[in-house]
């Protein structure tokens, strides 16, 4: 539902002309991917184990973009070991930070989201019923019910 109701928004926010929609937008536009992360994790409605790796991922992108705002607002860029702290800030928050929190919830939930021995049994069971249901017909025919 977010990822829905986002997508107006960013582009009420690029086409305003206003700071506070211009923020919006881009807030909006760095949570996109973890959005839809929630949309392709989700199952029947839920995250399960995958929500507070979701919300602080979300957490991450939204304060990222949002200093990065700031910092461009700025008049000057502060230097931060030789870097610009905008160039740090988003290395750090829309990188680093997303890399080690998405590895670890993948590492955290791989069983969850593996094939297990039952449903290779489920599959090869279901594969050995149609192909003896595929090799009745090709020996008898179609029958009527």
């Not at 536009?29 to 992360?37: D, H, S, V, Y």
């Given at each position: 539902m977010a990822l829905a109701a986002s997508s107006p928004l960013i582009l009420l926010g690029l086409f305003v002309d206003h700071a506070a929609a211009a923020w919006l937008a881009t807030v909006l536009?760095?949570?996109?991917?973890?959005?839809?992360?929630a949309v392709g994790a989700g199952r029947e409605g839920r995250l399960g184990p995958l929500a507070a790796a979701v919300s602080a991922l979300i957490g991450i992108l939204a304060i990222t973009s949002l200093l990065l705002l700031w910092l461009s607002a700025r008049e000057t860029s502060p230097l931060a070991a030789g870097f610009p702290a905008s160039f740090l800030v988003a290395l750090g928050g829309f990188w680093l930070l997303p890399l080690i929190l998405t590895s670890v919830a993948y590492v955290a939930t791989f069983e969850r989201f593996s094939l297990r021995e039952e449903d290779l049994d489920t599959i090869r069971r279901i594969r050995d019923q149609q192909r003896s249901e595929r090799q009745r017909l090709e020996k008898n025919g179609p029958t009527e019910s």
């Open positions: 536009i760095a949570l996109q991917p973890a959005l839809l992360i």
